[in-house]
Every structure is written in C-alpha cells, then in structure tokens.
C-alpha cells in the first residue's frame, strides 16, 4: 500500500485504537486499522468482556446458593466450567461480530498482521508498507509478573486463568488491585477457597479508605482470606500445587497462583524508541493531547501513562482522530474517569479520595459525609450492605465520590457527571430519583450534605 495515503494509520486495534479508527472514519478521514490478533484487543477477548460474564456466572451462583432466603426453593448442585466458558465465549463472539460489522461498514482498512513503526507517518506490516499523514500508536498492555516470576505451570496469569476449565480447591492470588479482586470474588462464588496477597497496607489500594475497610469486612465474611503488607520472598511449584513464601516466613500453598500484579505497556519490539518517541519505563509519553513530540504521531490506551481502563482509551482514540480531523477537544482529567471494580461488593468511585482531597486543598476545607445503604429500600432488597461516600470542598463543589455495594457500578455514570460539571450540594439534592432505586442514594447523600437529610439522622 505504499502507492496510498491514509489520512491516519491505527497500530493497535483494541479499545483506543478501533474507537479512533471509527470515530475518524465517521468524520471522512481515510483510516487504516492494523491488527496482529482480533479487533477489540484484550477488553473484548482477554480482559474485560470475558471477566464480567464469568463473574455474572458467579454472581447467580450466590443467588442460587442464596435463594431460600426470599423463599424460592432451589439447590446448587454444582459449577459447570464448560457451560460457564461457552456462555463467556458467546458474549465475545456477539461482541466481536458486531464490532466487526462496525469497521467494515465505516470503510475502514482492516490490516491483519503484526506491525511496526518505522518512522513518522510510516507503518510495516509483513514486509509491506503502511504509510499516513498520521499514526497512532494504540497497542495496548499485557499480564505484568514480578521480577523472577515465571508465568508457567501453577503459576498464572488472567490470560490463563479466562482459560481455565476447572475450578481450584485452594487459589492464591498476589494483588489485591482490581484484577485481583475480581477473580477472588468470582473464584469464591465457585466455591474455591482464596487468599489474597497484597504489598500495600489495604485491598484496592487506590480507592478511598473507607471503601477499602468496607470491602475487607465483606470479604471477611465471605470467607475469602487475605494478608496486606505481605510481600512474595519466593514461589515454588510441583506437580500438584504451588507454594508462595512470604517474607515473614509464612507460606501458603494453593492450586494455582495467580499473579494479579498489574498490566505493563505492550511497547516492546515495535519500533518506538527507534523512531525516537520519548519512552518511561516502557510507556510512552505524550503531551496533554497525545501528541508524542514527534509530528504526526500519536499515542492513546494501556501505553499513556495513567489509568489503565478500556473507557480511557476509548475516550483518548476518539480525541485523536477529532484533533486529527481539525476539531479542537480538551484534554482529559484523569481523576475524573469513572472508576469501577466488579467484585462482590461492587466498587465505584470518581474524583478524588478522602486523603488526595486534604492533600490539594488542605485538610480544613474538605467536608465528607456517607450514606449507608441501609436506609436503601432497593438495597435492602438486594441484600447488600454498603454506602455512598461524598468528598466535597467546604462552601464549594463535590470532588469525589466512592460507592460499594451490589450492583453500586450502574451509579457510576451519574457520579461522573456530579463531579465533572463541579456540582453543589444544593444543584444535586433539588433532583427527584426514582423510588425505590438504588440512585436514591446518591440523592439522600447529597440532601445530607445540603443539610437537610430525609431518611438519616442529622
């Protein structure tokens, strides 16, 4: 294709990639779209897609396991991986359909086949040259291991365990981040016996403290184990299980060990630092509106430094091909993409934390309040437990807020518009929710914070 130029040459055609891909085509730019694998990148085939169904699966084994409870007579007899896998691959499989119908009928140029850039404005692909007035640079992340680890036999990654077509009697799983998280909650709901291990002094590190406590009392109860501030000195492995040894002395031995430790920047071997695009730690660095610093190519998803969310990079590849196509977009602020981990309790939150909020603006100007779900009729229902917690600027607008409990990720596209457009107290609690929805919580946690509380104590 060297005799044709594309207005923009896409690498990468998982969440960034294929959204900046359609958004450009959509706005007449001629577009080519290169893939090594399936368009829709890890989201839809190794990571979130498939992560969420198996959870479904596990949240209606609760139900099941849970059913005498509001009177309906039903017996878990048992998990059946294969079936499990089937309904997980039917989601993708109607995912993937329809996003590739999407890119063919935008006239986009599908390329399949491992790319590399080598140099502004020029692509390879299997011998061939790719060349654009633009490129982005959009290839995504892989399953990082700690130094010394070896992802093989017992020991795992989530690309290995979405593959799995049994369930463990004992799991370890090292972190207790979001990915972590998930496949604790998921592998417990199948009732294998799990223990977390986390270096940071609490699970999901980077949420508000209050949700962090709120979701070691629930796992308590679930009966799923876990050890903070532990760090890995060693792990071993033999035919039948693996052992970790900690570095108090400890060691604790499971089926599988699943290394949930965070993803790294799919960079390597492609050309990037060649080409003399300005790299850390294998990320590459941009400016505010991925532009690289070399004229012409651009950089959006898992390989900016940042969240590591597929709306993230949805966000970002849409931004490049408008800025691409003339229109002038703002930058994102990163502390206002939603924010949610799918374990049982559900976690959400936007914007600041407690601590982050003291530290910008001081300790004196930040009010906080939380709302107990308690006093939730639909929760109640539910059978959850959980709160609604507000962070808010004395005298001024909300700057976070942190939600847990069932289902509590549906609340979270409300929470981002609150604190997006700055909002008041006041501008929310005048707003009428739905009875009973669990989005009455957000409306009696602001009418607190207004000062005038209906279904809580003052």
């Not at 479904?56 to 059946?80: K, M, P, Y």
């Not at 365990?161 to 909650?185: H, R, Y």
């Not at 109640?380 to 069932?406: D, E």
Request: some cysteine; glycine content about 14%.
């Amino acid at each position: 294709m060297a005799d044709r130029l594309f207005d923009m040459v896409v690498l990468g055609a998982g969440s960034g990639g294929y959204a900046a891909a359609l958004r450009g085509a959509q706005l007449g730019l001629d577009v080519a779209l290169i893939e090594a694998d399936k368009v829709g990148g890890t989201c839809l085939h190794r990571g979130c897609i498939p992560t969420k169904a198996m959870l479904h699966s596990a949240e209606v084994a609760d139900e099941v396991r849970n059913a005498s409870h509001v009177g309906i007579q039903a017996e878990l007899t048992g998990i059946d991986m294969e079936q499990v896998n089937n309904f997980k691959k039917g989601v993708i499989d109607r995912l993937y359909k329809g996003l590739s119908g999407l890119v063919s009928a935008r006239g986009v140029e599908l390329i399949n086949g491992h790319g590399r850039l080598i140099g502004p404005g020029a692509v390879e692909v299997a011998g061939q040259r790719v060349e654009g007035r633009n490129v982005l640079v959009a290839t995504g992340s892989y399953a990082r291991s700690i130094p010394g680890l070896n992802i093989e036999g017992r020991v795992i990654t989530s690309d290995q365990a979405l593959t799995m077509d049994w369930i463990p009697q004992n799991a370890i799983v090292l972190g207790g981040g979001v990915i972590g998280l998930e496949f604790a909650s998921m592998w417990r709901s199948f009732g294998a016996n799990v223990t977390v291990v986390e270096g940071l002094p609490s699970l999901a590190p980077n949420e508000d403290p209050a949700i962090c406590k709120a979701l070691e009392r629930v796992f308590r109860r679930r009966g799923i184990a876990f050890k903070t501030g532990a760090m890995v000195k060693d792990v071993s492995q033999n035919a039948d299980q693996a052992t970790l040894q900690l570095d108090s002395g400890e060691s604790l031995s499971g089926d599988v060990v699943l290394v949930a430790v965070g993803r790294g920047p799919n960079t390597a071997g492609l050309g990037y630092e060649e080409v003399g695009l300005k790299m850390d730690r294998g990320f590459v660095l941009t400016d505010d509106q991925l532009r690289t610093g070399i004229p012409g190519i651009w950089a959006a998803g898992d390989i900016v430094p940042g969240l590591q969310l597929a709306h993230r990079g949805f966000a970002q590849g849409i931004a490049v091909a408008e800025r691409i196509a003339g229109i002038n977009v703002p930058g994102l602020i990163e502390a206002n993409i939603p924010r949610v981990t799918y374990c049982e309790p559900e976690i959400a939150s936007v914007g600041l934390s407690e601590p982050a909020a003291k530290e910008l603006h001081g300790a004196d100007a930040i009010e906080t309040i939380e709302y107990n779900l308690a006093g939730n009729g639909r929760s109640q229902v539910l059978g959850t437990q959980g709160f609604v917690k507000l962070v808010r600027v004395a005298g001024g607008p909300v700057v976070g807020m942190h939600m847990i409990g069932t289902r509590i990720g549906e609340l979270v596209g409300a929470a981002q518009l609150i604190v997006s457009w700055e909002a008041h107290p006041e501008d929310v609690a005048e707003l009428i929710h739905a009875h009973p929805t669990q989005s009455e919580a957000i409306g009696e946690a602001f009418l607190d914070l207004a000062g005038k509380p209906l279904h809580a104590h003052p």
